[in-house]
């Protein structure tokens, strides 16, 4: 960013590393170059600081519509990623398949389906970390 961060960016920061974790935001933020770095302030600051921090709904009621929303559309990293945040948001293994029931009735059993395959991979690398 040339300028300095709207107050909106440092919110949206603040949000995007509770949710996602500090590691993941450095990670992104480090990979980022000239070609992506607009796309990572926009995310940053639309989604994370203007989205997800509103109070209507609380974290983990927006981790669950989001899985349900990316599970629907197909888009497995991301799907992977939030499951993960889940641990950050409060939303348990329990809401993420009510979530997922609902995508299989509302966008789709194969939609559904493969999204249950990816949550319980992404799962099994959670416990596998927590037990190392």
Not at 87 to 98: K, L, M, P, S, V
Request: glycine residues 4%.
């Amino acid at each position: 960013m040339n300028e300095p961060p709207s107050e909106r960016f440092r919110q949206g920061m603040a949000t995007r590393r509770a949710v996602l974790g500090d590691a993941h935001v450095d990670r992104a933020a480090a990979t980022a170059t000239e070609f992506d770095r607009p796309f990572q302030e926009l995310i940053t600051e639309a989604a994370w600081g203007h989205v997800w921090s509103r109070p209507v709904l609380t974290k983990r009621e927006r981790s669950i519509v989001t899985i349900a929303l990316l599970a629907a559309l197909g888009q497995d990293d991301e799907v992977a990623m939030h499951v993960r945040a889940s641990a950050n948001t409060g939303a348990t293994r329990e809401d993420i398949c009510e979530a997922l029931l609902h995508v299989a009735i509302y966008a789709g059993v194969p939609a559904a389906n493969h999204a249950i395959k990816i949550a319980k991979q992404t799962f099994a690398q959670m416990d596998a970390e927590q037990a190392a």
